[in-house]
């Protein structure tokens, strides 16, 4: 899924064209295909993405699947900014509830539409779940570049509910024959600095930074596996503290 997603990104139509199938084969239902072309119209706009709406249709007509496929729309005209807003809320955080107000009045539109269309219209339709959707999004984000701060958000978003650095780093090896060396080195520094930022987040989160360990050993005795708890801390405080002073834990 992740390369079918990236080649609309990157303007791959040609081999868009030849992905298609083999992705129905393994198991990518036209459904997912479908949202994937919808959604990157909020991402790449409708200029770059109708030439991969035509090669889908075509392929699947080619393969015997009858269109239009049963619609996935849930939100209504009436209440999609209110659904969008959830949406954001549910991936992003509490903080985005009043997302759409924030910007001045000139451009307060643009935050509206994105809560409105991106979120309400996109994130809130069937055939994918919002796991699927971030990492869609991120390979949409990644695959065009020029996007580096939308595409940290996106990265920690996908950390948030689930696709952690792991994964997205085995999203990006997956993507890179199609989107090369510098995007892929610029996607891989963007996932570094989210994980940083959600580590931060969390450690400042009345939790603790694995540095504050003062290996007094109450944890180890007391865990029933026997865990190497001192050991995991230390992994924890090299890769994501990695030598730099992190502000005091918010008492």
Same mark, same amino acid.
């Given at each position: 899924?992740?390369?079918?997603?990236?080649?609309?990104?990157?303007?791959?139509?040609?081999?868009?064209?030849?992905?298609?199938?083999?992705?129905?084969?393994?198991?990518?239902?036209?459904?997912?295909?479908?949202?994937?072309?919808?959604?990157?119209?909020?991402?790449?706009?409708?200029?770059?993405?109708?030439?991969?709406?035509?090669?889908?249709?075509?392929?699947?007509?080619?393969?015997?699947?009858?269109?239009?496929?049963?619609?996935?729309?849930?939100?209504?005209?009436e209440n999609r900014r209110e659904a969008g807003t959830q949406a954001q809320v549910d991936i992003f955080g509490e903080?985005?509830?009043?997302?759409?107000?924030?910007?001045?009045?000139?451009?307060?539109? !643009?935050?509206?539409?994105?809560?409105?269309?991106?979120?309400?219209?996109?994130?809130?339709?069937?055939?994918?779940?919002?796991?699927?959707?971030?990492?869609?999004?991120?390979?949409?984000?990644?695959?065009?570049?020029?996007?580096?701060?939308?595409?940290?958000?996106?990265?920690?978003?996908?950390?948030? !509910?689930?696709?952690?650095?792991?994964?997205?780093?085995?999203?990006?090896?997956?993507?890179?024959?199609?989107?090369?060396?510098?995007?892929?080195?610029?996607?891989?520094?963007?996932?570094?600095?989210?994980?940083?930022?959600?580590?931060?987040?969390?450690?400042?989160?009345?939790?603790?930074?694995?540095?504050?360990?003062?290996?007094?050993?109450?944890?180890?005795?007391?865990?029933?596996?026997?865990?190497?708890?001192?050991?995991?801390?230390?992994?924890?405080?090299?890769?994501?503290?990695?030598?730099?002073?992190?502000?005091?834990?918010?008492?």
């Amino acid at each position: 899924m992740a390369i079918l997603v990236t080649l609309p990104g990157c303007q791959g139509a040609d081999e868009f064209r030849v992905m298609l199938p083999a992705a129905l084969h393994f198991d990518v239902t036209p459904v997912e295909i479908k949202e994937i072309v919808y959604q990157a119209v909020a991402y790449l706009g409708i200029g770059r993405v109708f030439p991969f709406l035509k090669i889908t249709n075509e392929v699947l007509t080619e393969k015997g699947i009858k269109l239009p496929l049963e619609p996935q729309a849930t939100t209504p005209t009436e209440n999609r900014r209110e659904a969008g807003t959830q949406a954001q809320v549910d991936i992003f955080g509490e903080h985005m509830r009043d997302f759409w107000r924030l910007r001045p009045e000139e451009s307060r539109h !643009i935050n509206h539409w994105l809560a409105d269309n991106c979120f309400g219209d996109y994130y809130t339709r069937g055939g994918l779940d919002y796991k699927q959707r971030e990492m869609i999004t991120f390979c949409f984000l990644a695959a065009q570049g020029g996007c580096e701060p939308q595409l940290t958000s996106h990265a920690a978003a996908n950390m948030r !509910i689930g696709n952690d650095k792991e994964f997205l780093i085995k999203v990006i090896s997956q993507c890179l024959p199609y989107i090369g060396y510098p995007r892929s080195l610029n996607a891989l520094r963007c996932v570094d600095e989210a994980a940083k930022g959600y580590y931060n987040n969390t450690a400042m989160n009345n939790h603790g930074k694995a540095s504050d360990c003062i290996k007094c050993g109450k944890c180890e005795q007391a865990c029933p596996q026997h865990l190497p708890i001192w050991e995991y801390l230390e992994q924890v405080k090299d890769k994501f503290e990695g030598g730099d002073n992190l502000p005091a834990r918010k008492k």
